[in-house]
């Protein structure tokens, strides 16, 4: 009875130091290879569920008495391994440098056209060493940690001024206009390029098909562009890999800086449709913004021009966080922003929600690193600019995931 009993006990803990007993996820995801390529075919639901980050309110920076805390149209929050900040001021021409209390350390840059200064500056970069990377036009200039100029790298004057982005290993991501004066479409055709400055030499990775714009002159509605429109997005999340991918399909892909294809995302998700309730509603805001439009254009005359897509796009932004996770953003309303987030191999852990409004235009303003989310708010009574640095109180609920061998 004694043995019986001894052997009971043995049973239950092996049971329980194997996890019997333990809700442990199972991905339930397929890998497969196109062309030789590994392909990451991620479920709906994510392995891990859904997550709503708790935010408190860490640090506040901004005061409009004091011109070194004053901030007049912010394009792009940075933070770097020191918790240094910096905010790219695209109308005053620079960038303010804070350290990770708030504390105004220095202003880099000014307006200009000499060495170091900046016309109308929409992207900066700090790597790892606290370099700094300054992109205005056709230029980017560079600085130390100190704010010292170092140098400037010139770039093809056809580059898109707001899809931009810069490695560790100072590889240049970007878009380039391919022209064609014969095109009578309503889309144009672009490249997705990296630029190897110590090779000096650009390297085409995929081209692809973008809606073109706008009223014309000659009484002909070309295009007017939509919040529905798809758009091509791209991102640097480790040291030398990027993820891009167009948002009219849940596809996503990874190259190294050198250009060779790593790996494939793909997510089943259907598609979802545009209303006629949704298309009205944007129809009606342009035509209550623009009253002469409607003078000389019929109303089915302007929902043409929108030529809305068959549907929604899938995800309307990209950025990561520190632990090299990929974040798609899905949604953004006047209370929330919702991501979907991929570990670094590709595999779909978690649907994400922040609780509040974020700023997007030309890239992501916000920011996620060490457990603490930057974005940028304003003022609704003076429109004074503060960003604000968030503690993500449940941070440590984002799990790891070691992919299946």
Known sequence: MKNKKAWILIIGLVLVCSGFGHDKPVWKGKIEYEDGVKVIKNPKEPLFG????????????????????????????????EMNI??????????????KDGKYIRTIGRKGQGPGEFQ?????????????????????????????FLRTISLPLRMNPHKFAITEDENI???LSIFDPESSTKYSKSNFIIIHP???????????????STVKKNGMISKIFSPYDPEFYFF???ENMVVYGNSSEYKLYVINTSGEMMFRIRKEEPAEAISRDEKNEIVDNYIETNPEIEQKFSRSKIMEAYD????KPFFIGIINDDKNNIYLLKDDSEDYVDFDMFNRQGYFLNKIRIPLR????????????????YTLKSNPETGNLRIIRYKIKNWDQLREFSPPS
Not at 124 to 129: A, E, I, Q, R, W
Not at 198 to 212: D, G, N, P
């Open 50 to 81: 859904e997550i709503t980050l708790e935010l408190e309110e860490d640090l506040v920076i901004g005061n409009e008495e004091d011109e070194n805390y004053m901030f007049w149209r912010v394009t792009q929050i940075l933070v770097d391994n």
């Open 86 to 99: 910096y905010v790219l001021d695209h109308r005053n021409c620079h960038v303010k440098k804070f350290n």
């Open 120 to 148: 109308q500056p929409l992207y900066s970069y700090v790597n790892s060493k606290g370099t700094l990377y300054v992109r205005d036009f056709n230029k980017i200039s560079v600085f130390n940690k100190d704010g010292k």
């Open 173 to 175: 991501l970007g878009i």
């Open 198 to 212: 110590e090779k000096e030499k650009e390297q085409i990775i995929t081209t692809y098909a973008s809606r073109t």
């Open 236 to 238: 640097p999340f480790t």
């Open 308 to 311: 809305f897509p068959e549907h």
């Open 358 to 373: 974020i700023s997007r235009p030309y890239h992501l303003r916000s920011k996620l690193k060490d457990g603490n989310f």
